[in-house]
């Protein structure tokens, strides 16, 4: 959830909405979102005042999943911004798998899915205006262990910086981070755990 946006003209902002996901099963409710964090109706979404906080030229990455695409989209033009690409595909690896130089199928996370399973998440890009575009080289895959849930990777923010100019904004941020300004209920909540999950997976390899 979030309370409230912080003042400020904000040229690069970064959301990760809490999307609430719609369960078939019993044991499908037990795996969903709600049971991790506060989650929001998509008209709530809609209606947070983002524009109201960016700069006239701006950067929106706006993280999503593949079965909430078409929604996501309507949440960047609901906030003012126009869809331009994908920023970013979250290729997730195991936490075992962390720092490893050779990666094979075994590497990889697997997810659910109600159609194929899923090991990706992606980063969709918004503009409002005509944002400035530090470097061309930029990548978008980004290949990195998956941590505890919802929790994206650091490579992201490094990313993000190098490719446009701040000022930065996290939105439904969950840690704390030098050059952002962070936005959220759960705001500080992975501070000081950076490497928890990926110990933890292993440990128990």
């Not at 989209?73 to 936490?95: D, Q, R």
Request: glycine content about 8%; some cysteine.
């Amino acid at each position: 959830m979030l309370d409230g946006l912080p003042q400020g003209e904000f040229a690069a902002i970064l959301a990760d909405p809490p999307w609430k996901f719609i369960v078939r099963s019993p044991k499908g409710e037990g795996r969903s979102p709600s049971q991790h964090y506060s989650v929001m109706p998509l008209p709530d979404i809609m209606a947070l005042p983002v524009a109201s906080v960016a700069a006239r030229s701006c950067h929106l990455f706006l993280w999503t999943s593949a079965p909430y695409l078409p929604l996501s989209l309507k949440v960047m033009e609901a906030w003012g911004f126009n869809y331009s690409s994908i920023a970013f595909t979250w290729l997730k690896t195991n936490p075992r798998e962390a720092g490893a130089l050779m990666l094979d199928a075994r590497s990889f996370h697997v997810g659910l899915g109600l159609t194929t399973r899923k090991n990706t998440e992606i980063v969709l890009l918004g503009r409002r205006g005509n944002p400035k575009r530090l470097s061309g080289a930029v990548r978008e895959l980004i290949i990195a262990p998956r941590r505890e849930h919802s929790r994206k990777p650091d490579e992201t923010f490094d990313r993000i910086g190098q490719y446009c100019p701040g000022p930065y904004l996290e939105m439904f941020s969950r840690e704390n981070r030098p050059g952002w300004t962070v936005a959220g209920n759960e705001t500080g909540k992975f501070n000081g755990v950076a490497e928890s999950a990926i110990t933890q997976g292993r440990e128990a390899a």
